[in-house]
């Protein structure tokens, strides 16, 4: 049975796009804001992507307005440009067939609203809010989010036969919005886990990250070991005590460089394994040095062996991500830090190119050598930070 509630207001985030409604509906076609924006206007949370969801064909949306952009025209989506922002529309639709468990192989559109409701992946996503500010739920979703509930929209096998990824964005909502997955959703889940090996890791890596940047993160992680997830994404399957662990912790973190190494650190990784790990993960290689560094640190911090030069290697965002994972007050690191002589190479009082046009060196290997000795020995405090000392420095290194 359809539950209708109305909202006193539309919230901000929507008006731009109010325009957009009007006119398909003044064409006689329904139109409404759909999917996590709604969510999270209910949940009064920020909003983020606006999208919208019609009964007209895509063909109908193109001759309403003078600039669109067929960004998914055989899904349906076409976006809207003339009305100051970029706004996708999507025709209703039903899907059929998925043989790779992600990408329909037929989509037909439809004018029935709640058909395309009914192929959502949870009831919390499967609203429809009008231009009017009334929201259509027609599976239960208002009640769920009542109770803090994540329920598949009708038969949860058939959910995840259609799209593996729904059980990572599962239990990502589960971290993010502290919710509890319904018994016979998280049921199949665990049957339908293995799944997720025909899944891209690109797409398994974006809502990994998600779910561990959550609200109740741990949550999200003991979700993955009930349901047997964390077997079939890279290298979890090998760690499985230590996921564990972790997933018995109390942590929040704040960027995807904490997430990483909070597992590559408990995993005990050096600089081989981490690159070979993040690789698997299809991970950023900038992302990958920095979670070397911090893990690096971790290690440094845990053993007692931290000294101004290792602070200086990591860099004062990696202090921060390895005290930030640990979980513990370590504000002296911070001040340590920030009172080196120098935080980077270039503000070193020399280069090489003054050593050589004072005679100092030529350009060769030694050079190098010679300028990352003076580095070290001046964040060590063994030498003043001062173009003579450092000059002087550099003869008395090079002395046959």
């Known amino acids: 049975m359809a539950i209708i509630v109305r909202l006193q207001k539309v919230p901000v985030e929507f008006e731009a796009a109010l325009p957009i409604l009007r006119k398909i509906e003044a064409a006689g076609y329904e139109a409404y804001f759909v999917g996590g924006s709604v969510r999270d206007t209910i949940l009064q949370r920020p909003i983020h992507d606006v999208d919208i969801a019609t009964s007209a064909y895509p063909s109908e949306v193109k001759g309403l307005f003078a600039r669109t952009v067929d960004t998914g025209i055989e899904h349906g989506t076409v976006m809207?440009?003339?009305?100051?922002?970029?706004?996708?529309?999507?025709?209703?639709?039903?899907e059929f067939g998925y043989q790779d468990y992600r990408r329909p192989d037929?989509?037909?559109?439809?004018?029935?609203?709640?058909?395309?409701?009914?192929r959502r992946d949870f009831t919390i996503n499967a609203l429809a809010l009008s231009e009017n500010g009334e929201i259509t739920d027609l599976f239960g979703g208002l009640d769920d989010m009542k109770h803090k509930i994540i329920r598949a929209?009708?038969?949860?096998?058939?959910?995840?036969?259609?799209?593996?990824?729904?059980?990572?964005?599962?239990?990502?909502?589960?971290?993010q919005l502290d919710f509890q997955i319904e018994a016979q959703t998280l049921s199949g889940i665990y049957d339908h886990s293995q799944l997720l090996k025909k899944i891209a890791v690109e797409r398994i890596h974006t809502e990994f990250v998600k779910m561990m940047l959550g609200t109740d993160a741990p949550r999200g992680l003991s979700l993955m070991v009930t349901s047997q997830m964390y077997r079939f994404v890279p290298e979890f399957g090998s760690h499985a005590a230590a996921i564990e662990q972790i997933a018995g912790q109390s942590f929040h973190l704040q960027n995807e460089v904490q997430v990483w190494a909070l597992f590559t650190s408990a995993?005990?990784?050096?600089?081989?394994?981490?690159?070979?790990?993040?690789?698997?993960?299809?991970?950023?290689?900038?992302?990958?040095?920095?979670?070397?560094?911090?893990?690096?640190?971790?290690?440094?911090?845990?053993?007692h062996s931290v000294g101004n030069f290792e602070l200086y290697t990591a860099g004062r965002a990696n202090v921060l991500n390895a005290i930030r994972v640990l979980g513990t007050a370590k504000s002296d690191l911070i001040d340590q830090y920030d009172h080196l002589p120098i935080t980077n190479k270039k503000q070193l009082k020399v280069t090489g190119g003054d050593l050589i046009k004072d005679g100092i060196l030529k350009p060769s290997p030694k050079l190098g050598q010679t300028l990352t000795a003076l580095e070290k020995a001046v964040v060590l405090g063994q030498i003043h930070n001062h173009k003579a000392a450092l000059e002087s420095a550099a003869i008395a290194l090079n002395k046959d």
């Open 106 to 118: 037929k989509v037909t559109f439809v004018r029935s609203l709640k058909e395309d409701l009914k």
């Open 267 to 303: 995993f005990g990784y050096d600089r081989s394994q981490i690159t070979q790990f993040l690789k698997r993960w299809k991970t950023a290689n900038k992302i990958i040095n920095d979670v070397i560094l911090t893990t690096e640190l971790i290690d440094q911090i845990k053993s």
């Open 153 to 175: 929209v009708g038969d949860p096998e058939q959910r995840f036969n259609e799209d593996a990824l729904r059980m990572m964005r599962a239990v990502r909502f589960a971290s």
């Open 80 to 94: 809207i440009l003339d009305h100051g922002n970029g706004y996708e529309v999507t025709t209703f639709r039903t």
